[in-house]
């Protein structure tokens, strides 16, 4: 199994502009979720899904959107960037047993 | 989801065990204790979880104080590639969708 798999690894956005994080799980997880963690600081969850079709909001969602077409994806859309968004962002599944799995993370940077 | 207190760092000599302690006083009957560590610029690993009685796998085991107000993460021979932020969580299983992550544990391994 690849786990939790995450792209790109580094990113760098302008102000304003739009992108796309992509997440993707091979082990057929239904809970699916993305943090974010600034530098020195614990995580913070942006959104979450309980399964296909089904999404919810975490403790800091303004300003990005996402769905859950299918079991393994869960992409992360930022609307329109802010610096205020560069950050560390982690993607996660959620096993049977409640193990969670956590994927390398995308590091991005908004001027 | 209760709320933990965790030392902000310790050290460990190489080859000896590593107590981490966590304080949860105010977990709920049916929260559970998770750890996790934060290896540098990595995302996230599970180490391990319980609810009452104590866990050992083969990362680590986890002592849980008879009342549930605290726990002990116990790595029994540390070595330099355990140097990392330790997160102590409580939270039940239908919840996880708001993991909530402090501050953490530093810990660093010394040769």
């Known amino acids: 199994n690849a786990g939790v798999t995450q792209t790109p690894k580094f990113q760098v956005l302008k102000t304003g502009q739009s992108m796309t994080l992509q997440c993707a799980q091979d082990m057929n997880h239904e809970y699916m979720s993305w943090y974010r963690q600034d530098p020195g600081m614990g995580l913070r969850l942006i959104h979450y899904s309980v399964g296909a079709g089904i999404t919810d909001q975490g403790e800091v969602p303004n300003g990005y959107n996402v769905s859950r077409s299918t079991t393994e994806d869960f992409p992360l859309r930022l609307l329109s960037a802010a610096p205020s968004q560069t950050s560390v962002y982690f993607c996660?599944?959620?096993?049977?047993?409640?193990?969670?799995?956590f994927g390398p993370g995308t590091r991005l940077t908004v001027t | 989801d209760a709320k933990t207190t965790q030392p902000p760092s310790m050290d460990c000599a190489e080859g000896r065990a590593a107590n981490l302690p966590c304080n949860h006083s105010?977990?709920?009957?049916?929260?559970?204790v998770y750890w996790y560590r934060q290896i540098h610029s990595q995302g996230p690993q599970y180490i391990i979880h319980?609810?009452?009685n104590n866990e050992t796998n083969e990362m680590a085991s986890l002592i849980i104080t008879e009342d549930r107000k605290s726990s002990t993460l116990i790595l029994p021979h540390a070595t330099l590639r355990d140097t990392a932020v330790y997160y102590c969580?409580?939270?039940?299983?239908?919840?996880?969708?708001?993991?909530?992550f402090g501050a953490g544990t530093q810990v660093v391994v010394t040769p």
């Open positions: 319980g609810l009452k």
């Open positions: 969580i409580v939270r039940t299983t239908d919840s996880w969708g708001k993991l909530q």
């Open positions: 996660a599944s959620l096993s049977v047993s409640y193990e969670q799995y």
């Open positions: 105010t977990i709920s009957g049916n929260e559970y």
